[in-house]
C-alpha cells in the first residue's frame, strides 16, 4: 500500500521535487537529531540549501534570485516538512517569509546590499510583526517608529520571532502614525544594532530546531534609507506577503502528513496484533485510505491556492485561506491517526511521528490562525 500524491505535476516540478529530496535525504535527515538538540539547524546547511539554489526561489532572476514559481516553493516546503518542521520553518522564513520583503519592496540599494547574502544562505533574515499584546490584528500593534532629524527610533517589543536568534536582519513592522492599518512603516535592522536586543529561546511544543524569541527595540536608531516600501504603507505590504507565508505554512502541512502516512503504512505492514499485520485488518487500512483522501484533498486546495496567486487571479486570497485553514486542520488530523497507528511507539518522543504531531500543531497558528482564515472566508461569503 502506498499513498503517492495523484496530482500530476509537469516534468520541470517533478524533477525539482526529486532533486529537493535527494537534497534533503543527504544534507538534512542527516542533522535533524542534533538541530533538535541544539534548538537550530547547524550554519552549513542554510549555506548548503542556498548553494543549492533553494533559498532565493522567491527572488526574480534578474535580483540574483531562482525566479521560482509558486508550485517550486510548495515542492520545497513540503520536502523540507517530510524531514523537519523546525528546520523547514527557519529556511522558509529566512527564504519566503522575510526575503520577499526585500526583493519586492526594497530599493536597489537595498535589494543590492541584502539579497545576494541571503540567497546565499550566507545571512539570515527574520520578520518581526507579532508583539507580546497583539499578533491576528496586525493593525494594531504598538511598536513605534519615530522620526527623528534623518533617522528613526524604535520602541517596542516584539513577540515569537522565528530566527531572531541566527538573523543578520530583522524586518520589524512599527507604528508610523497613528491611525491603525495606515501608519504601520516595515524598517529593516541590522543585528548588533545597540538598541537591539533578544529575549531567551523561546521553548516550544515543537519546531525545536527553530529559533525564536522575544526582540526588544530601546531607543533602536535607524537611518531614513531603513524603511523598507512606503511609509504607512507596510500593512498592505505585510498582507500581500502574507498569501506566500500561508501557502508555504499549508505547504509544510501536508509534507508533515505525507511523511507520517508513510512511515504508517509502512509499520502496519509490518507490525503483528493478534497474529497478523495491523495491515490486513481492514479497520486499519480504511483509516489509511481515509488519510490518503484527506491529504490529497489538502494538497489540491494548496496546490490551486498557489496557482491562483501565480496568475494573480482575484480569488487568491479566498483560495490561500481554505488552503491554509484545511491543511493545517487535516495535517493534525492525519499525523494524529499515524500516531495512533504506530501505538505506544508513537508517543516515544524520539519516533519521527511524536515530533511531526508536535511540529504540525502550530500550523494552525502561526501566519494567521484557523479563525483569522475563517475572518477572509467569511468576509468572501458576502451578504
Ligand atoms: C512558533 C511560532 C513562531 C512564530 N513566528 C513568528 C515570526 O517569525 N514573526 C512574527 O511576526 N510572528 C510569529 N509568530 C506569531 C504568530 O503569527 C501569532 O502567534 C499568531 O498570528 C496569533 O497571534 P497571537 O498569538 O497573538 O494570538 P491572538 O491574536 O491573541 O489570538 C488568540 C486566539 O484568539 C483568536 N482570535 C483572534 N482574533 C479573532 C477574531 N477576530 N475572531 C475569532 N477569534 C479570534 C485566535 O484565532 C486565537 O485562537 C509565531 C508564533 C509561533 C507560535
Known amino acids: 500500500m502506498t499513498a503517492s500524491p495523484t496530482w500530476d505535476l509537469d516534468e520541470d516540478h517533478e524533477a525539482f521535487r ?19 538538540r541544539a534548538g537550530r539547524p547547524p550554519a552549513a546547511l542554510l549555506k548548503e540549501m542556498g548553494s543549492a539554489g533553494l533559498l532565493g526561489l522567491a527572488v526574480p532572476e534578474e535580483y540574483g534570485g531562482g525566479g521560482g514559481d509558486m508550485l517550486a516553493m510548495i515542492v520545497l516546503a513540503e520536502e523540507l516538512a517530510r524531514a523537519s518542521g523546525g528546520i523547514a520553518v527557519t529556511a522558509l522564513v529566512t527564504g519566503y517569509m522575510a526575503m520577499p520583503h526585500i526583493s519586492q519592496f526594497g530599493t536597489g540599494e537595498q535589494r543590492a546590499h541584502y539579497l545576494p547574502g541571503l540567497i546565499s544562505g ?44 541566527i538573523a543578520d536582519v530583522f ?3 512599527a507604528r508610523t502614525a497613528p491611525d491603525g492599518h495606515r501608519g504601520i512603516t516595515t524598517f529593516l535592522v541590522d543585528a ?3 538598541g537591539l536586543s533578544l529575549g531567551q529561546p523561546l521553548r516550544k511544543m515543537g519546531w525545536h530546531s527553530s529559533d525564536t524569541r522575544e526582540v526588544i527595540l530601546n531607543g533602536c536608531q535607524v537611518p531614513a534609507t531603513a524603511v523598507l516600501g512606503e511609509l504607512n504603507r507596510g500593512f498592505h505590504q505585510i498582507m500581500a506577503a502574507f498569501q506566500l507565508e500561508r501557502i508555504l505554512l499549508a505547504a509544510m502541512g501536508l509534507g508533515h502528513a505525507a511523511e507520517c502516512l508513510q512511515a504508517a503504512i509502512s509499520y502496519a505492514g509490518d507490525r503483528e496484533v493478534f497474529g497478523s499485520p495491523l495491515l490486513s485488518f481492514q479497520a486499519a487500512r ?38 491554509k485553514y484545511h491543511a493545517a486542520i487535516a495535517a493534525n488530523r492525519i499525523v494524529d491517526e499515524c500516531v495512533q497507528i504506530f501505538g505506544g511507539s508513537g508517543f516515544l518522543e524520539e519516533t519521527p511521528v511524536a515530533r511531526h504531531f508536535r511540529d504540525a500543531r502550530v500550523l494552525r497558528i502561526g501566519g494567521g490562525t484557523d479563525e483569522i482564515q475563517l475572518e477572509v472566508l467569511a468576509k468572501g461569503l458576502g451578504g
Open 18 to 36: 526529486a532533486s529537493v529530496r535527494d537534497f534533503v535525504d543527504r544534507q538534512v535527515r542527516p542533522v535533524v537529531d542534533e538541530s533538535e
Open 122 to 165: 550566507e545571512k539570515i533574515a527574520c520578520i518581526a510583526v507579532t508583539e507580546p499584546g497583539t499578533g491576528s490584528n496586525v493593525a494594531g500593534i504598538t511598536t513605534r517608529a519615530t522620526a527623528d532629524g534623518g533617522e528613526f527610533r524604535l520602541n517596542g517589543t516584539k513577540m515569537f520571532i522565528t530566527n531572531a536568534g
Open 171 to 173: 524586518v520589524v513592522a
Open 192 to 194: 548588533g544594532n545597540p
Open 286 to 323: 480504511h483509516r489509511l485510505a481515509a488519510l490518503w483522501v484527506e491529504l490529497e484533498a489538502a494538497q489540491l486546495l494548496t496546490y490551486r491556492a498557489a496557482a491562483r496567486l501565480d496568475s494573480d487571479h482575484p480569488g487568491t486570497a479566498i483560495a490561500v485561506a481554505m488552503a
